[in-house]
């Protein structure tokens, strides 16, 4: 059985001004997050902005949310690392935490060959009794998880039961697919294209979109699995230009700016990343009153 099908959210980690984390404020979104029928909770991933939380902050995120989710939808906690045993560090902690499950990132800057990256993800699911799915996402990471090292994975190790496609190669998804033969529940990792990879058997997305637009991304996925494939076609392509203003400077500038610009007041973004420019700032605000979510 899948951790969740339809909406994940890769949520934003909110901050005060200071820059410290926002748990008041993260509870909030989370059950704002619920009410609107998201289907799942992805904490500390590449829109939680893991990259600059020290690792008791991360471990402290990851348990909050469990807290404020209440079990009423799975949490998935971003784990990866570019080190292994700082990855079976981060992993065993949510474990602890109580989790559903974890979200694995390839190892960013090292550049791991598939060999690496087969011992890499091995490693980690041995330390661990969670579902673990894999988050390939080479323009950010400069490594690409290929469908045979996927399927080997996948074959080998029962508890690696997931994969996060973030390439934007719809023939890597269909080759990855076909090799893993009905064994990968497959997530959309890319707002453009949910609703071409759920037609070759993706269970849903883990969506940054959801974050300022979660009933519509629910709605979506659940057309699409009730065979009202019309009506998922309409909600993925009206959403495009949102999705494109969402990506036109490097996630998460863009969906915090969004979520500030609907009141919901997620703060500042940590360095190196900065606040989004006047000109894009002024993109985005045009499209979400479009989509009539501002």
Same mark, same amino acid.
């Given at each position: !059985?899948?951790?969740?099908?339809?909406?994940?959210?890769?949520?934003?980690?909110? +901050?005060?001004?200071?820059?410290?984390?926002?748990? #008041?404020?993260?509870?909030?979104?989370? &059950?704002? $997050?619920?009410?609107?029928?998201?289907?799942?909770?992805?904490?500390?991933?590449?829109?939680?902005?893991?990259?600059?939380?020290?690792?008791?902050?991360?471990?402290?995120?990851? /348990?909050? @949310? =469990?807290?404020?989710?209440?079990? /009423?939808?799975?949490?998935?906690?971003?784990?990866?690392?570019?080190? #292994?045993?700082?990855?079976?560090?981060?992993? $065993?902690?949510?474990?602890?935490?109580?989790?559903?499950?974890?979200?694995?990132?390839?190892? %960013?800057?090292?550049?791991?060959?598939?060999?690496?990256?087969?011992?890499? %993800? *091995? @490693?980690? @699911?041995?330390?661990?009794?969670?579902?673990?799915?894999?988050?390939?996402?080479?323009?950010?990471?400069?490594? &690409?998880? !290929?469908?045979?090292?996927?399927?080997?994975?996948?074959?080998?190790?029962?508890?690696?039961?997931?994969?996060?496609?973030?390439?934007?190669? +719809?023939?890597?998804? *269909?080759?990855? !697919?076909?090799?893993?033969?009905?064994?990968?529940?497959?997530?959309?990792?890319?707002?453009?294209?949910?609703?071409?990879?759920?037609?070759?058997?993706?269970?849903?997305?883990?969506?940054?979109?959801? &974050?300022?637009?979660?009933?519509?991304?629910? $709605? +979506?996925?659940?057309?699409?699995?009730?065979?009202?494939?019309?009506? @998922?076609?309409?909600? $993925?392509?009206?959403?495009?230009?949102?999705?494109?203003?969402?990506?036109?400077? =490097?996630?998460?500038?863009?969906?915090?700016?969004?979520? &500030?610009?609907?009141?919901?007041?997620?703060?500042?973004?940590?360095?190196?990343?900065?606040? +989004?420019?006047?000109?894009?700032?002024?993109?985005?605000?045009?499209?979400?009153?479009?989509?009539?979510?501002?």
């Amino acid at each position: !059985m899948a951790i969740f099908t339809g909406a994940g959210v890769a949520i934003v980690t909110p +901050m005060k001004n200071d820059e410290e984390v926002n748990y #008041t404020k993260l509870e909030e979104l989370i &059950n704002w $997050q619920i009410d609107q029928g998201t289907d799942s909770i992805i904490i500390a991933g590449t829109t939680g902005e893991s990259s600059t939380l020290t690792m008791d902050e991360h471990e402290k995120v990851i /348990r909050a @949310a =469990v807290e404020f989710t209440k079990g /009423r939808v799975p949490v998935i906690a971003g784990t990866g690392s570019n080190c #292994t045993r700082t990855a079976i560090q981060l992993s $065993q902690e949510a474990e602890v935490d109580g989790v559903d499950g974890l979200l694995i990132v390839t190892p %960013y800057y090292n550049k791991a060959t598939q060999e690496g990256l087969i011992r890499h %993800y *091995s @490693a980690i @699911a041995r330390e661990t009794k969670l579902p673990i799915i894999l988050y390939n996402v080479p323009g950010r990471t400069g490594c &690409n998880l !290929m469908p045979e090292t996927v399927a080997a994975l996948v074959k080998n190790e029962p508890n690696i039961v997931g994969l996060k496609e973030a390439t934007g190669n +719809m023939a890597q998804a *269909s080759k990855t !697919m076909y090799l893993c033969d009905g064994n990968l529940d497959l997530y959309s990792g890319e707002d453009g294209l949910v609703l071409p990879l759920m037609s070759i058997g993706a269970k849903g997305v883990i969506s940054v979109w959801s &974050n300022v637009a979660p009933a519509q991304v629910h $709605q +979506m996925c659940q057309s699409f699995f009730d065979g009202d494939i019309e009506t @998922a076609r309409r909600l $993925q392509a009206e959403a495009l230009p949102l999705v494109d203003a969402l990506f036109s400077e =490097v996630n998460p500038i863009p969906v915090k700016k969004a979520l &500030n610009l609907m009141g919901k007041e997620v703060g500042p973004l940590r360095a190196p990343l900065c606040e +989004m420019s006047e000109a894009n700032a002024a993109v985005l605000a045009k499209v979400m009153k479009e989509y009539g979510i501002l």
